[in-house]
């Protein structure tokens, strides 16, 4: 991607924007009335999109109802400028050219629950935001926070800030049944699937006294028997240079046609949350449990494993109480928090006979050390206090967190098969980090003049700071500084420009630092690694127009972002070890389209990107372009609805569409197959295209509540025989998205 293609695309888009929007610009016309968007995750405070000083995309539940979406992680697919990979057990997304890597878990994202950094179970900072995340219908919004966010929240708020709100109890049903089977296909095979959900809500006043009350259960069993690897398998490709092709091939006539059988995910999430309200104090207790089993799991290296089961469970308990002080307009709010998480061990039930594992060189490994059973404990706390009036907000706090890796049980593998072995010397990591932090955000400018019915400038600016202490790795200080312009504004007529600086660093993991492998072919520690430091600069501009029954929304941003000691990774022997490299600079652009009507919705999304990589070999410098990341990436949501059709007070359908292009193998994998660090010689996965779809209809004339049913049709490109596989890290594919059709039944009481 050249810099002139960017401005080219880029004036094109601004010359379409202003040309259509000049046409109304002075006319006396009908605005239509859509809700306002607002977002609470830039700054800690709730905020209109255009003052927030960052790119922000925000997923609204009513979205998530129209397109039928599953999870987290399947609203995020879809999602612009977004690319994820997901091994049909755990999501992994990377956004802007920047990926986390093996098991990042999505680590790039500061994943919170209402703006608290309440579903990250392990230091790792890994978020599971897959079916088994929370209920579905107990989230209000998702919020995309695309840009430099450490000084606010600390680590892994590297590229951006995922915030997932869940809704008040008086924002939902007093109880919500969805039931939804359906079919996933295989090569050869339909696999009945099935989808429960049970939400509901209660408010108790005794007094002066509130209590809320809510509760949900989501339960999904998705069967994949007969998946299995792609023909285009980097592994089996016979672009691949490989040593030994016999060998190659004939593992690929081994495995290709080798279906799972037996192979299910069964997900299981439950969330609650009370509290207490007296006037201005505030009290929020929320508990959530998660919990998932994988059998025949697709592993990052590939290989189809029936026997081999994997489960996790995931149990938090946390509380807030709040306090708002009103002095002349101030707006004082001091706010205690304290969470305890606790991730029980993820179980490994190997064999009982002897497994090999095949490595990438197609090299066979009877012997090794695995971890059979391993989890977490934490315990967080937060002081913070804000001051706020209008637009202008102030906050400084202090947050401690103290997390225990505890390493539970070791296997070992012999020819003879696998046995107990004892615990190392280390069982147990204390991962701890004090944070001190300070932010002001003001709004002094309203308008510098009138330009006949425009205010004309309007100006609001950000600057943060927050230094990390930590007892495993180095010390880290980072900055955020943030322009707001709003050049001109009236009713029905907004634009707005946003420039933004700041640095933000992701923490190395603890299987990084120093697990011992789980399986061949896995991590091996690295003690010595640096946490990723990068230095963010992005310009933003864009509008809100609206004009009789639609409102267009436009966006475009332009940004750099400078990575130093950029984790890479490395082969070692039979595993992968972790290291750091120099630098490396993602640079690109977004382009985001959102046409809103009576009738119809329509989102488009547009990104662009190209890494490029320095590092030293040989005690030589060398820059080279990793092209993993797919250089370009087209979104689009489209959706029609219609009020009051017959005996149906609703009637939608929703088509979702994604282009990914072009991307070379992982880095990693290339290394395994050329026996070069920096190959010349790349391997390209081809580009492709995947479209989902949606209908919905709502009505209250069956029991007098509203009642939905609903049919989402995933993969249909690959239901219509081209099958699409999102690449691997280590020299195989992984699976991507699963072909499937569910059809859904949703009761409100």
């Known amino acids: 991607m050249s810099v002139s293609k960017v401005i080219s695309i880029s004036f094109l888009f601004i010359s379409f924007v202003l040309a259509f929007t000049s046409v109304f610009a002075q006319s006396e016309i009908e605005l239509l009335t859509l809700e306002q968007e607002f977002v609470e995750s830039a700054?800690?405070?709730?905020?209109?999109?255009?003052?927030?000083?960052?790119?922000?995309?925000?997923?609204?539940?009513?979205?998530?109802?129209?397109?039928?979406?599953?999870?987290?992680?399947?609203?995020?697919?879809?999602?612009?400028?977004?690319?994820?990979?997901?091994?049909?057990t755990t999501y992994n997304f990377g956004v802007r050219g920047i990926h986390g890597g093996p098991k990042a878990g999505s680590r790039i994202f500061k994943v919170m629950l209402d703006s608290s950094d309440y579903v990250v179970f392990r230091p790792s900072g890994e978020s599971f935001l897959g079916p088994e995340f929370i209920p579905i219908s107990m989230i209000k919004s998702i919020e995309v926070v695309k840009g430099p966010a450490s000084a606010l929240y600390?680590?892994?708020?590297?590229?951006?800030?995922?915030?997932?709100?869940?809704?008040?109890?008086?924002?939902?049903?007093?109880?919500?049944?969805?039931?939804?089977?359906?079919?996933?296909?295989?090569?050869?095979?339909?696999n009945f699937s099935q989808i429960g959900e049970v939400s509901g809500s209660v408010i108790n006043t005794v007094g002066a006294f509130e209590i809320?009350?809510?509760?949900?259960?989501?339960?999904?069993?998705?069967?994949?028997?007969?998946?299995?690897?792609?023909?285009?398998?980097?592994?089996?490709?016979?672009?691949?240079?490989?040593?030994?092709?016999?060998?190659?091939?004939?593992?690929?006539e081994k495995y290709l046609d080798k279906f799972n059988q037996n192979d299910d995910l069964t997900t299981l999430s439950l969330f609650g949350r009370t509290g207490l309200k007296y006037g201005d104090v505030d009290l929020k207790i929320k508990g959530i449990f998660q919990g998932f089993s994988a059998s025949a799991q697709f592993l990052d290296y590939g290989i189809l494993n029936p026997q081999n089961r994997v489960s996790l469970m995931n149990s938090a308990l946390s509380s807030e109480i709040s306090y708002k002080i009103n002095?002349?307009?101030?707006?004082?709010?001091?706010?205690?928090?304290?969470?305890?998480?606790?991730?029980?061990?993820?179980?490994?039930?190997?064999?009982?006979?002897?497994?090999?594992?095949?490595?990438p060189d197609r090299k066979v490994v009877e012997t090794g050390t695995y971890i059979g059973k391993f989890g977490s404990d934490s315990l967080d706390g937060r002081f913070e206090i804000s001051v706020q009036k209008d637009k202008n907000l102030f906050l400084i706090g202090v947050d401690v967190?103290?997390?225990?890796?505890?390493?539970?049980?070791?296997?070992?593998?012999?020819?003879?098969?696998?046995?107990?072995?004892?615990?190392?010397?280390?069982?147990?990591?204390i991962f701890r980090n004090t944070g001190?932090?300070?932010?002001?955000?003001?709004?002094?400018?309203?308008?510098?003049?009138?330009?006949?019915?425009?205010?004309?400038?309007?100006?609001?600016?950000?600057?943060?700071?927050?230094?990390?202490?930590?007892?495993?790795?180095?010390?880290?200080?980072?900055?955020?500084?943030g322009l707001v312009l709003l050049p001109l504004k009236r009713s029905g007529f907004l634009t707005y420009i946003k420039g933004i600086y700041g640095t933000s660093f992701r923490a190395p993991s603890p299987e990084q630092l120093f697990t011992s492998p789980q399986v061949a072919g896995d991590f091996t520690g690295n003690p010595s690694l640096k946490p990723e430091k990068a230095k963010t600069f992005e310009v933003i501009g864009g509008g809100d127009f609206k004009f009789y029954e639609f409102s267009l929304k436009p966006e475009l941003s332009f940004y750099i972002i400078d990575v130093r000691d950029a984790i890479k990774f490395e082969r070692e022997g039979a595993f992968i070890k972790a290291t750091n490299i120099r630098e490396q600079k993602s640079i690109g652009g977004d382009i985001n389209l959102s046409v809103?009507?009576?009738?119809?919705?329509?989102?488009?999304?547009?990104?662009?990107?190209?890494?490029?990589?320095?590092?030293?070999?040989?005690?030589?410098?060398?820059?080279?372009?990793?092209?993993?990341?797919?250089?370009?990436?087209?979104?689009?949501?489209?959706?029609?609805?219609?009020?009051n059709i017959g005996s149906f007070s609703l009637v939608s359908l929703g088509v979702l569409g994604r282009f990914v292009g072009k991307r070379s193998a992982p880095t990693v994998a290339m290394k395994f197959y050329t026996g070069s660090s920096y190959p010349e010689e790349k391997y390209y996965l081809p580009s492709y295209i995947d479209f989902g779809l949606s209908a919905r209809a709502e009505t209250t004339q069956l029991l007098g509540y509203s009642t939905s049913a609903f049919i989402r049709v995933d993969g249909i490109a690959s239901l219509l025989g081209k099958r699409y596989w999102e690449p691997g890290f280590s020299g195989l594919d992984i699976p991507g998205r699963l072909p499937s059709i569910f059809i859904g039944l949703e009761q409100s009481f």
């Open 596 to 643: 809103r009507a009576k009738l119809f919705d329509i989102l488009l999304g547009y990104s662009l990107t190209k890494l490029v990589i320095f590092d030293e070999e040989f005690g030589k410098d060398v820059e080279y372009h990793d092209e993993f990341f797919p250089s370009n990436i087209i979104n689009l949501q489209f959706s029609l609805k219609k009020e």
């Open 154 to 190: 600390g680590a892994n708020a590297f590229i951006g800030v995922l915030n997932i709100r869940t809704k008040e109890p008086d924002e939902m049903d007093p109880l919500f049944i969805r039931i939804a089977p359906g079919f996933v296909f295989g090569e050869k095979k339909m």
């Open 401 to 429: 967190m103290n997390d225990v890796e505890r390493i539970l049980t070791v296997y070992q593998q012999l020819p003879s098969g696998i046995t107990e072995v004892k615990r190392p010397e280390e069982p147990k990591k």
């Open 436 to 481: 001190f932090y300070g932010q002001g955000y003001i709004f002094p400018v309203e308008e510098v003049g009138k330009f006949g019915d425009f205010s004309v400038l309007g100006i609001g600016g950000l600057i943060g700071v927050r230094y990390d202490d930590h007892s495993i790795y180095e010390d880290v200080f980072n900055i955020r500084a």
């Open 327 to 359: 002095v002349d307009g101030f707006i004082i709010k001091p706010v205690l928090y304290a969470g305890l998480f606790s991730s029980s061990p993820i179980t490994e039930n190997f064999p009982s006979d002897k497994m090999k594992i095949f490595l």
């Open 43 to 88: 700054v800690k405070a709730k905020q209109r999109l255009e003052e927030a000083p960052s790119s922000v995309y925000i997923i609204s539940s009513d979205v998530i109802n129209r397109f039928s979406f599953f999870s987290i992680g399947d609203a995020l697919s879809w999602s612009p400028g977004i690319w994820g990979i997901y091994n049909l």
């Open 212 to 252: 809320p009350f809510a509760v949900g259960v989501y339960f999904t069993h998705w069967k994949r028997d007969s998946m299995n690897f792609s023909p285009d398998s980097i592994g089996f490709s016979e672009s691949t240079n490989v040593t030994n092709v016999k060998e190659r091939n004939s593992n690929r």
